[in-house]
Antibody
Framework: QVQLVQSGAEVKKPGASVKVSCKVS????????MHWVRQAPGKGLEWMGG????????IYAQKFQGRVTMTEDTSTDTAYMELSSLRSEDTAVYYC??????????????????????WGQGTLVTVSS | SSELTQDPAVSVALGQTVRITCQGD??????ASWYQQKPGQAPVLVIY???NRPSGIPDRFSGSSSGNTASLTITGAQAEDEADYYC?????????FGGGTKLTVL
Protein backbone atom coordinates (compact mmCIF):
# COMPACT_ATOMS: atom_id res chain seq x y z
CA GLN A 1 0.00 0.00 0.00
CA VAL A 2 1.36 3.37 -1.03
CA GLN A 3 1.77 6.01 1.64
CA LEU A 4 2.77 9.62 1.00
CA VAL A 5 4.17 11.95 3.65
CA GLN A 6 4.73 15.58 2.76
CA SER A 7 6.98 18.19 4.30
CA GLY A 8 5.69 20.78 6.71
CA ALA A 9 4.05 24.16 6.27
CA GLU A 10 6.03 27.03 4.77
CA VAL A 11 5.78 30.80 4.94
CA LYS A 12 7.44 32.67 2.10
CA LYS A 13 7.77 36.25 0.96
CA PRO A 14 6.61 37.35 -2.50
CA GLY A 15 9.24 36.62 -5.12
CA ALA A 16 10.77 33.74 -3.20
CA SER A 17 10.69 30.04 -4.07
CA VAL A 18 9.33 27.08 -2.15
CA LYS A 19 10.23 23.40 -2.41
CA VAL A 20 7.78 20.83 -1.08
CA SER A 21 8.73 17.19 -0.65
CA CYS A 22 6.66 14.01 -0.78
CA LYS A 23 8.16 10.82 0.65
CA VAL A 24 6.84 7.56 -0.79
CA SER A 25 6.65 4.29 1.11
CA UNK A 26 5.15 0.94 0.17
CA UNK A 27 6.16 1.32 -3.48
CA UNK A 28 9.12 2.75 -5.32
CA UNK A 29 8.83 5.98 -7.25
CA UNK A 30 9.63 4.17 -10.48
CA UNK A 31 6.34 2.27 -10.14
CA UNK A 32 4.34 5.45 -9.73
CA UNK A 33 3.34 8.51 -11.67
CA MET A 34 3.60 11.42 -9.23
CA HIS A 35 1.41 14.49 -9.64
CA TRP A 36 0.97 17.74 -7.78
CA VAL A 37 -2.36 19.43 -7.12
CA ARG A 38 -3.01 22.61 -5.22
CA GLN A 39 -6.03 24.10 -3.48
CA ALA A 40 -6.29 27.77 -2.63
CA PRO A 41 -8.31 28.64 0.49
CA GLY A 42 -12.00 27.97 -0.14
CA LYS A 43 -11.33 26.99 -3.76
CA GLY A 44 -11.26 23.80 -5.82
CA LEU A 45 -8.51 21.44 -6.84
CA GLU A 46 -6.04 22.59 -9.48
CA TRP A 47 -3.70 20.19 -11.28
CA MET A 48 -0.18 21.58 -11.56
CA GLY A 49 1.65 18.80 -13.34
CA GLY A 50 2.91 15.26 -13.17
CA UNK A 51 4.82 12.44 -14.77
CA UNK A 52 3.34 11.02 -17.95
CA UNK A 53 4.71 7.50 -18.55
CA UNK A 54 3.45 7.48 -22.12
CA UNK A 55 5.80 10.33 -22.97
CA UNK A 56 8.34 9.45 -20.33
CA UNK A 57 8.48 13.00 -19.08
CA UNK A 58 6.94 15.40 -16.61
CA ILE A 59 4.25 17.65 -18.03
CA TYR A 60 3.15 20.91 -16.46
CA ALA A 61 -0.11 22.77 -16.62
CA GLN A 62 0.30 25.72 -18.93
CA LYS A 63 -0.50 28.11 -16.10
CA PHE A 64 2.63 27.06 -14.20
CA GLN A 65 5.09 26.47 -17.01
CA GLY A 66 8.31 28.31 -16.40
CA ARG A 67 7.61 28.64 -12.68
CA VAL A 68 7.31 25.07 -11.47
CA THR A 69 9.80 22.22 -11.44
CA MET A 70 8.94 18.69 -10.37
CA THR A 71 11.78 16.32 -9.63
CA GLU A 72 12.31 12.90 -8.10
CA ASP A 73 15.08 11.30 -6.07
CA THR A 74 14.69 7.59 -6.70
CA SER A 75 17.42 6.77 -4.17
CA THR A 76 15.16 8.01 -1.37
CA ASP A 77 11.77 7.62 -3.13
CA THR A 78 11.07 11.29 -2.58
CA ALA A 79 9.37 13.63 -5.03
CA TYR A 80 9.77 17.39 -4.99
CA MET A 81 7.78 20.32 -6.31
CA GLU A 82 9.47 23.70 -6.51
CA LEU A 83 7.49 26.82 -7.30
CA SER A 84 9.32 30.07 -7.93
CA SER A 85 8.45 33.77 -8.13
CA LEU A 86 5.81 33.30 -5.49
CA ARG A 87 2.92 35.72 -5.21
CA SER A 88 0.04 36.00 -2.76
CA GLU A 89 -2.22 34.03 -5.12
CA ASP A 90 0.04 31.01 -4.64
CA THR A 91 -1.10 30.70 -1.03
CA ALA A 92 -2.61 27.24 -1.02
CA VAL A 93 -2.41 23.69 0.23
CA TYR A 94 -0.19 21.69 -2.10
CA TYR A 95 -0.84 17.96 -2.45
CA CYS A 96 1.16 15.19 -4.03
CA UNK A 97 -0.96 12.38 -5.45
CA UNK A 98 0.03 9.15 -7.15
CA UNK A 99 -1.13 7.30 -10.20
CA UNK A 100 0.08 3.78 -10.99
CA UNK A 101 2.16 2.86 -14.00
CA UNK A 102 1.54 -0.34 -15.93
CA UNK A 103 2.93 -1.92 -19.07
CA UNK A 104 0.42 -2.23 -21.89
CA UNK A 105 1.44 -5.40 -23.69
CA UNK A 106 -0.86 -4.64 -26.62
CA UNK A 107 0.86 -1.39 -27.50
CA UNK A 108 4.24 -1.91 -25.90
CA UNK A 109 3.91 1.37 -24.03
CA UNK A 110 3.94 2.24 -20.34
CA UNK A 111 0.72 3.91 -19.32
CA UNK A 112 -0.93 5.38 -16.24
CA UNK A 113 -4.32 4.40 -14.91
CA UNK A 114 -5.43 8.03 -14.71
CA UNK A 115 -6.66 8.18 -11.18
CA UNK A 116 -4.99 9.48 -8.05
CA UNK A 117 -4.74 7.26 -5.01
CA UNK A 118 -3.51 8.00 -2.45
CA TRP A 119 -2.86 11.65 -1.77
CA GLY A 120 -0.38 13.16 0.60
CA GLN A 121 -1.66 15.00 3.66
CA GLY A 122 -1.03 18.39 2.06
CA THR A 123 1.43 21.18 2.70
CA LEU A 124 0.21 24.69 3.40
CA VAL A 125 2.29 27.33 1.66
CA THR A 126 1.57 30.89 2.74
CA VAL A 127 2.94 33.76 0.68
CA SER A 128 2.91 36.99 2.60
CA SER A 129 5.08 40.05 2.99
CA SER B 1 -6.96 22.75 -22.15
CA SER B 2 -10.46 21.35 -21.67
CA GLU B 3 -12.72 22.01 -18.71
CA LEU B 4 -14.92 19.88 -16.51
CA THR B 5 -18.15 21.49 -15.31
CA GLN B 6 -19.90 20.56 -12.07
CA ASP B 7 -22.88 22.03 -10.28
CA PRO B 8 -21.52 24.06 -7.33
CA ALA B 9 -23.95 22.63 -4.80
CA VAL B 10 -26.41 19.77 -4.46
CA SER B 11 -28.52 18.64 -1.53
CA VAL B 12 -30.14 15.32 -0.68
CA ALA B 13 -32.39 14.08 2.09
CA LEU B 14 -30.91 11.49 4.38
CA GLY B 15 -31.33 8.02 2.87
CA GLN B 16 -32.28 9.28 -0.56
CA THR B 17 -30.38 9.01 -3.85
CA VAL B 18 -28.35 11.83 -5.34
CA ARG B 19 -26.52 12.17 -8.63
CA ILE B 20 -23.57 14.53 -9.09
CA THR B 21 -22.65 15.25 -12.70
CA CYS B 22 -19.53 16.33 -14.51
CA GLN B 23 -19.48 17.55 -18.12
CA GLY B 24 -16.56 18.03 -20.47
CA ASP B 25 -15.20 17.10 -23.86
CA UNK B 26 -12.37 15.03 -22.37
CA UNK B 27 -14.99 12.62 -20.98
CA UNK B 28 -15.71 11.43 -24.51
CA UNK B 29 -12.22 9.91 -24.55
CA UNK B 30 -11.35 9.23 -20.91
CA UNK B 31 -13.13 7.92 -17.84
CA ALA B 32 -13.68 10.28 -14.96
CA SER B 33 -12.43 9.58 -11.48
CA TRP B 34 -14.23 10.99 -8.46
CA TYR B 35 -12.83 12.30 -5.17
CA GLN B 36 -14.48 13.07 -1.86
CA GLN B 37 -13.01 15.82 0.26
CA LYS B 38 -14.11 16.66 3.78
CA PRO B 39 -13.08 19.91 5.50
CA GLY B 40 -9.43 19.99 6.43
CA GLN B 41 -8.68 16.65 4.81
CA ALA B 42 -6.98 15.49 1.64
CA PRO B 43 -9.16 14.22 -1.21
CA VAL B 44 -10.02 10.53 -1.25
CA LEU B 45 -10.67 8.49 -4.39
CA VAL B 46 -14.20 7.05 -4.40
CA ILE B 47 -14.77 5.98 -8.02
CA TYR B 48 -12.33 5.20 -10.85
CA UNK B 49 -12.46 3.69 -14.31
CA UNK B 50 -15.76 2.51 -15.73
CA UNK B 51 -17.34 2.06 -12.27
CA ASN B 52 -14.86 0.83 -9.70
CA ARG B 53 -14.61 1.50 -5.98
CA PRO B 54 -11.35 1.37 -4.04
CA SER B 55 -11.23 -0.88 -1.05
CA GLY B 56 -13.13 0.65 1.85
CA ILE B 57 -15.52 2.78 -0.20
CA PRO B 58 -19.15 1.82 0.50
CA ASP B 59 -21.12 0.25 -2.32
CA ARG B 60 -23.68 3.05 -2.17
CA PHE B 61 -21.19 4.98 -4.34
CA SER B 62 -21.34 4.24 -8.07
CA GLY B 63 -20.25 5.86 -11.30
CA SER B 64 -21.51 6.01 -14.86
CA SER B 65 -20.76 7.83 -18.07
CA SER B 66 -22.53 8.78 -21.28
CA GLY B 67 -21.12 10.95 -24.02
CA ASN B 68 -19.50 14.01 -22.45
CA THR B 69 -21.10 13.50 -19.03
CA ALA B 70 -19.91 11.46 -16.08
CA SER B 71 -22.02 10.91 -12.99
CA LEU B 72 -21.42 9.93 -9.41
CA THR B 73 -24.46 8.42 -7.72
CA ILE B 74 -24.90 7.92 -4.00
CA THR B 75 -27.76 5.53 -3.29
CA GLY B 76 -29.03 6.00 0.24
CA ALA B 77 -26.97 9.03 1.22
CA GLN B 78 -25.64 9.09 4.77
CA ALA B 79 -24.74 12.03 6.96
CA GLU B 80 -21.05 11.17 6.59
CA ASP B 81 -21.33 11.62 2.82
CA GLU B 82 -21.65 15.38 3.26
CA ALA B 83 -18.50 16.67 1.55
CA ASP B 84 -17.10 18.28 -1.56
CA TYR B 85 -16.89 16.02 -4.60
CA TYR B 86 -14.53 16.55 -7.52
CA CYS B 87 -14.36 14.83 -10.88
CA UNK B 88 -11.10 14.48 -12.78
CA UNK B 89 -9.98 13.15 -16.13
CA UNK B 90 -7.03 13.12 -18.41
CA UNK B 91 -7.15 15.59 -21.26
CA UNK B 92 -4.98 16.65 -24.16
CA UNK B 93 -2.84 18.84 -21.91
CA UNK B 94 -2.47 16.52 -18.95
CA UNK B 95 -5.14 16.34 -16.29
CA UNK B 96 -8.14 18.46 -15.37
CA PHE B 97 -10.42 18.74 -12.34
CA GLY B 98 -13.98 19.89 -12.17
CA GLY B 99 -14.80 22.87 -10.01
CA GLY B 100 -16.31 20.67 -7.32
CA THR B 101 -19.81 20.04 -5.95
CA LYS B 102 -20.69 20.68 -2.32
CA LEU B 103 -23.06 17.95 -1.19
CA THR B 104 -25.35 18.72 1.73
CA VAL B 105 -27.22 15.87 3.39
CA LEU B 106 -30.44 17.18 4.93
Amino acid sequence: QVQLVQSGAEVKKPGASVKVSCKVSGYTLTELSMHWVRQAPGKGLEWMGGFDPEDGETIYAQKFQGRVTMTEDTSTDTAYMELSSLRSEDTAVYYCATDRIYYDILTGYYRAYNWFDPWGQGTLVTVSS
Amino acid sequence: SSELTQDPAVSVALGQTVRITCQGDSLRSYYASWYQQKPGQAPVLVIYGKNNRPSGIPDRFSGSSSGNTASLTITGAQAEDEADYYCNSRDSSGQVFGGGTKLTVL
